[in-house]
């Protein structure tokens, strides 16, 4: 198996702008979840999805950013306006459901720069 | 809600000495336990997991960590490490029930001087 995939790997971009990360999960894993790593905060859940549907949101930081997941082979995170503080590396990550093992699989991340 | 507690940020070594980093969580029932560590530049991987039976684990790279539920520690040991082994280092925690997701402690930053 190729391991969750992400793109772009990285992404510079100016403030203001909209970004959108991509995920393809690892074939048969039916739970996603988007991370975001900073130096101040290390790594910090944003959202998760199980069976293509957002179970817990809580983590994304306001308004202007959005993740969907449109099947169960890709998923999106947008940021519409991005800032300079948005940067960061965002990593996605996929586990399968079997009985207790919640080992989570992570990609290679995108490093965003937001000038 | 879960938490996870490393208390050493950052860590130097010489090769072959032997490395203990620390894990504590805060959670009041059963939980799967994690290192994770992330090469320079590189994205997560697993080091080694706990799920239930033995409490000592052994993972990749000679790694082990040990779970004591009395003192909800789960530290990472190992006994010679190597320049290679430099890296940051995760401990991550989850529920059985309730929340899927990991939730990670802040990490320790391994430096091995050769």
């Known amino acids: 198996d190729a391991g969750v995939i992400q793109s772009p790997r990285h992404e510079v971009t100016e403030m203001g702008q909209e970004v959108t990360l991509r995920c393809k999960p690892i074939?048969?894993?039916?739970?996603l979840f988007w991370y975001r790593q900073t130096m101040m905060r290390g790594l910090e859940l944003l959202i998760y999805?199980?069976?293509?549907?957002?179970?817990?949101d809580s983590g994304m930081p306001e308004d202007r950013f959005s993740a969907k997941m449109p099947n169960a082979s890709f998923s999106t995170l947008k940021i519409q306006p991005s800032e300079p503080r948005d940067s960061a590396v965002y990593f996605c990550?996929?586990?399968?459901?079997?009985?207790?093992?919640?080992?989570?699989?992570f990609g290679q991340g995108t490093r965003l720069t937001v000038v | 809600a879960q938490s996870v507690s490393q208390h050493n940020h950052h860590v130097i070594l010489s090769e072959a000495a032997s490395l203990e980093l620390g894990c504590n969580y805060s959670?009041?029932?059963?939980?799967?336990l994690f290192w994770y560590v992330q090469y320079p530049g590189q994205h997560l991987q697993l080091l080694l997991k706990?799920?239930?039976?033995?409490?000592l684990v052994k993972g990749i790279k000679g790694f082990e960590a040990e779970f004591i539920k009395s003192k909800f520690s789960f530290n990472l040991r190992k006994p010679s490490v190597q320049w290679s082994d430099t890296a940051e280092y995760f401990c991550a925690v989850n529920a059985w029930t309730g929340r899927r997701a990991l939730t990670f402690g802040s990490g320790t930053r391994l430096q091995v001087q050769p």
């Open positions: 990550a996929s586990s399968r459901s079997t009985g207790q093992n919640t080992e989570a699989f």
């Open positions: 999805f199980n069976n293509n549907v957002p179970i817990d």
């Open positions: 074939s048969g894993h039916d739970y």
């Open positions: 959670y009041g029932g059963t939980v799967n």
């Open positions: 706990y799920f239930s039976g033995d409490p």
